[in-house]
């Protein structure tokens, strides 16, 4: 099952700029979309539009062949039906029913065998065994959210919408369930957008990454393409991390894991295990530039390269540097001029293991 | 005690409170969920009887279902006598008059409910109507009880719209609090100490109620 989604729609709210998004983006069955900006840049207002729950006042929204919303010809199709799951940042879980009600509670066409049946399918594919009776305020932010999951996902829609499905959740939870939830998405089959502010979760959750800026969308592409090569300053600066690496781990000592990219051996914090893909992500102002042939310092890494490209952006210089992967390191227009540094030259790149970042990717 | 009072004035507040449930609920969802610019207009209607003196909305309710006027012909025409002076008309006359202490508690119940419950609802396939029953109802059971024992109670103590609307016929709209009057009238001080004692015992309890209904904490059954 192939899928299209194409929004083009404007919404304003009074005292603040309007949201003017247009994004067009093929999902197959089981590609995560993910809407990634800072607060206020609109992705909420985009993904209640296509949940039916905004009405903008102008433009079309369409999802494979059905068209929801056209302010032009009067089509306005309602959230009922439009057969989606949508799961809102607080998960929104009816307090007064209790886990099976909530995820039954958007079974009412089936009969009251099948509903039970499929109640009891979730239950067990959302590890919620245990849990039937108990009333929301009963449970961790971990099972609240895995039932919000279970009550969106049961009435078997046809895309998943979810609003930060992880901000609700302590950090070290988050961590956790991060990897999990893109492993829930693939094994469901379902195409889903996923609204989120954090970089790293955009780039383990996500197959397409929508990056979103005052209302507008300002590029769309596969995570690392958007990360590594960002069309524009404005989404250079929304994604902040400069370099996005496909690699994978060959050691692991201790929280402290070697990463293999492209035959350049890293150091990083992660307890990834060994032979697991990750993205080694690292922002161009942890790195610094040494000259080669000087002393120890205590940064873990150091990569020996070559300056492929100068961009300098007003005070300071943008220094991509080849060393087995494309790297980006800032500096200031001084440093650069001390360590005389030219396209060409030769050059360290050193980097603490904290600033190398893993995000876990299967 | 006049025991027919009695059972007229309860007889009206049951149905006040029963039918104003019927047509409260669906007045306060559209009070409580419109995004209409100018529904303040139709709030202010809704809280008119709350300030207005019964005599003066007693008044125009007589002359609004009076022989007169379109609607009270359309009823003399349909059921063959007018509705001033008759159980029907003061029971319309009730349902006007409480209509607010309805309302308002049904509104600011629904008001409460987190609309993101309500819009998730939405998202799952459940209709407005059954969203409605499965959610905003459950979650609103407080302010439901408080507006219904609230119009019933207030329907219990309504003397000037009675007197206006009603007239004073024995079994059919004299009501309590007429007859308490019509005994001081008469100098009969015990028999409208005894009718006065069962409305303040009948209020107090029906006050009660509502009190204790909308206690944060329930301090004589722990919360289930």
Redesign the interface.
């Given at each position: 099952m192939a899928a299209e989604v194409a929004i083009d729609i404007t919404k304003t709210f009074p005292g603040r700029a309007p949201i003017s998004a247009a994004l067009t983006c093929r999902i197959e069955q089981a590609t995560s979309l993910v809407l990634f900006g800072p607060s206020g840049s609109g992705k909420t207002t985009i993904l209640r539009s296509i949940a039916g729950l905004e009405w903008p006042e102008r433009g079309t929204i369409r999802f494979m062949s059905r068209t929801w919303l056209d302010i032009g010809s009067r089509i306005r199709v309602s959230p009922q039906q439009r057969r989606i799951g949508y799961m809102p940042q607080d998960y929104a879980l009816f307090p007064t029913h209790s886990v099976a009600g909530n995820i039954g509670y958007g079974l009412g066409d089936l009969s009251s065998v099948d509903r039970t049946k499929r109640v009891d399918e979730m239950v067990d594919l959302f590890q919620l065994r245990g849990l039937e009776a108990a009333k929301p305020a009963e449970l961790s932010g971990g099972q609240q959210q895995r039932v919000a999951l279970a009550r969106a996902v049961a009435p078997r829609p046809q895309l998943l919408l979810l609003d930060e499905p992880l901000s609700a959740l302590d950090a070290p939870t988050r961590l956790q369930l991060r990897g999990e939830l893109r492993g829930l998405l693939k094994q469901l089959a379902l195409p889903s957008m996923i609204v989120t502010h954090d970089w790293a979760e955009a780039l383990t959750i996500g197959d397409v990454i929508a990056v979103m800026g005052d209302g507008r969308v300002l590029q769309v592409g596969p995570p690392q393409e958007v990360f590594s090569r960002p069309k524009n300053a404005d989404v250079a600066q929304i994604v902040g991390v400069e370099t996005v690496v496909q690699g994978h781990v060959i050691a692991q000592a201790d929280g402290l894991a070697t990463v293999s990219v492209n035959g350049t051996t890293l150091k990083g914090l992660g307890s990834d295990a060994i032979g697991s893909p990750v993205f080694v992500c690292i922002r161009a102002e942890d790195v610094v530039l040494e000259q080669t042939g000087s002393g120890m310092t205590s940064a873990r890494n150091h990569l020996v390269g070559k300056v492929s490209e100068i961009v300098p952006h007003g005070v300071i210089v943008h220094v991509k540097i080849e060393c087995g992967f494309p790297l980006v390191a800032m500096v200031t227009r001084g440093a650069l001029e001390d360590l005389s540094l030219d396209v060409g030259s030769p050059v360290i790149a050193a980097m603490k293991a904290g600033a190398v970042h893993l995000v876990p990717r299967s | 005690m006049n025991w027919i009072a009695i059972g007229v004035t309860l007889k009206l507040a049951i149905l006040t409170a029963v039918i104003l449930l019927v047509i409260g609920v669906p007045i306060a969802y559209w009070v409580s969920f419109s995004r209409w610019r100018w529904k303040f207009l139709i709030e202010s209607v809704v809280a008119l009887p709350l300030v207005l003196p019964p005599t003066v909305l007693g008044f125009y309710i007589l002359v609004a279902i009076g022989p007169h006027s379109p609607l009270g012909q359309l009823y003399a025409d349909l059921v063959g006598s007018p509705l001033p002076f008759t159980f029907q008309g003061l029971l319309f006359a009730s349902i006007l008059y409480s209509l607010p202490f309805a309302v308002q508690p049904f509104a600011t119940s629904f008001d409460q409910v987190?609309r993101?419950?309500i819009?998730?609802?939405?998202?799952?396939?459940?209709?407005k109507l059954?969203t409605f029953f499965?959610?905003i109802a459950?979650?609103s059971t407080a302010g439901l009880v408080t507006g219904v024992v609230l119009s019933f109670a207030h329907t219990l103590g309504e003397f000037g719209v009675v007197l206006m609307v009603g007239g004073n016929i024995e079994g059919e709209t004299r009501t309590v609090s007429i007859d308490i009057y019509d005994e001081v009238q008469a100098l009969n001080y015990a028999g409208a100490a005894k009718t006065a004692l069962f409305l303040l015992a009948i209020s107090y309890v029906v006050l009660l109620v509502v009190y204790a209904l909308n206690r944060k904490v329930w301090s004589i059954w722990p919360p289930k």
């Open positions: - | 987190d993101k419950l819009e998730a609802s939405w998202t799952l396939g459940v209709s059954k499965r959610l459950p979650l």
